[in-house]
């Protein structure tokens, strides 16, 4: 997804019908949720549903079962933690950020991914570095 997200489409990110997904999985998308609009493709075992929040491009992870495991939202790199963005320019100084993203996981953890020339920079929220990966 960007990382988990609407954002990468892992090879085994699947798009699939909304009729593929199950009842359960749509159930707990849609009590949050009421996007006019959704497109949902298969992350591993779990369902990835892509879609906009009042203007918002967000996403959310959900098991089977239909526990949200995390949601995505788009942010802009200025909206990035301070921290974040001195990292960014220290480590990544010439390289221009193709997009940003909030990720709450199930527990409340919080974590900033940044998209850069096909790779994802993860940072926790107080702006350490966790990991990079290459889309």
Request: charged share 25%; glycine share 4%; proline share 2%.
């Amino acid at each position: 997804m960007f990382a988990l997200s609407m954002i990468l489409f892992s090879a085994c990110s699947r798009k699939l019908n909304e009729s593929r997904v199950s009842l359960a999985v749509k159930s707990a998308f849609k009590n949050p949720y009421q996007p006019a609009k959704a497109s949902w493709v298969r992350e591993g075992a779990n369902y990835e549903v892509n879609f906009k929040q009042d203007g918002t491009t967000m996403s959310a992870v959900i098991d089977k079962n239909g526990t949200i495991v995390e949601t995505e939202t788009n942010i802009l790199a200025t909206d990035l933690p301070k921290e974040i963005q001195v990292n960014m320019e220290k480590c990544y100084a010439v390289v221009k950020i193709d997009k940003a993203a909030r990720i709450v996981k199930a527990n409340g953890d919080i974590t900033y991914e940044v998209e850069v020339h096909h790779k994802d920079i993860v940072f926790e929220v107080t702006g350490k570095f966790i990991k990079e990966v290459k889309d």
